[in-house]
T-cell receptor, first 112, second 113 residues
Framework: QQKVQQSPESLTVSEGAMASLNCTFS??????FRWYRQHSAKGLEVLVS????GEKEEGRFTAHLNRANLHVSLHIREPQPSDSAVYLC????????????FGLGTRVSVFP | DMKVTQMPRYLIKRMGENVLLECGQD?????MYWYRQDPGLGLQLIYI???????SEGDIPKGYRVSRKKREHFSLILDSAKTNQTSVYFC????????????FGSGTRLTVL
């Protein structure tokens, strides 16, 4: 069964500094990766999707995928206090929802 | 504006009572999902529905059933709720079968006493 692990568990950054989050997965056939953000007591919103090795940028959010290393990361450029939330990595190993596994999340706190 | 709406937002029930959680989406998405989220366990898939009356068990279906009679509406039913079903329940929808982006509702926090 796919294991998706995120690190660190929590991260505190100053407004304007770069925030970097990590996600490792166990199934090398995984082909579909997304980063979601969850504000307290709210649902998840997708930030960036990536399907091939390399980099994908969506505004201030950049995902890096290295499938050989079983690793996908998220970098938040110039984080703002409104970016304070839990960030979840979601990895899919097939084209069906049953193959979708979420990590436990990284709690990011951005201070002015 | 694409939206997944869940009702109610908060619910308190006693053990043994029946629970109905409702979810609606306005995107005409074929696929809808019910997840529960617990500390230390993350999001776990309970049921998935590929269309009206086409439902499939997820990873933790025991103690739950679902109903989808209209494409835009998906219900989660707990017959005789148990205390270990206390959780936050999220509904989601997607245009396809799961490789696409999931759109989530705001969740229902269920407490079973």
């Amino acid at each position: 069964q796919q294991k998706v692990q995120q690190s660190p568990e929590s991260l505190t950054v100053s407004e304007g500094a770069m925030a970097s989050l990590n996600c490792t997965f166990s199934d090398g056939t995984s082909n579909n990766f997304r980063w979601y953000r969850q504000h307290s007591a709210k649902g998840l919103e997708v930030l960036v999707s990536i399907f091939s090795d390399g980099e994908k940028e969506e505004g201030r959010f950049t995902a890096h995928l290295n499938r050989a290393n079983l690793h996908v990361s998220l970098h938040i450029r110039e984080p703002q206090p409104s970016d304070s939330a839990v960030y979840l990595c979601a990895v899919s190993r097939n084209n069906y929802a049953q193959g979708l596994t979420f990590g436990l999340g990284t709690r990011v706190s951005v201070f002015p | 504006d694409m939206k997944v709406t869940q009702m109610p937002r908060y619910l308190i029930k006693r053990m043994g009572e029946n629970v109905l959680l409702e979810c609606g989406q306005d995107m005409s998405h074929e696929t809808m999902y019910w997840y529960r989220q617990d500390p230390g366990l993350g999001l776990q898939l309970i049921y998935i529905s590929y269309d009206v009356d086409s439902n499939s068990e997820g990873d933790i279906p025991k103690g739950y059933r679902v109903s989808r009679k209209k494409r835009e509406h998906f219900s989660l039913i707990l017959d005789s709720a148990k205390t270990n079903q206390t959780s936050v329940y999220f509904c989601a929808s997607s245009a396809g079968t799961g490789a696409e982006t999931l759109y989530f509702g705001s969740g229902t926090r269920l407490t079973v006493l």
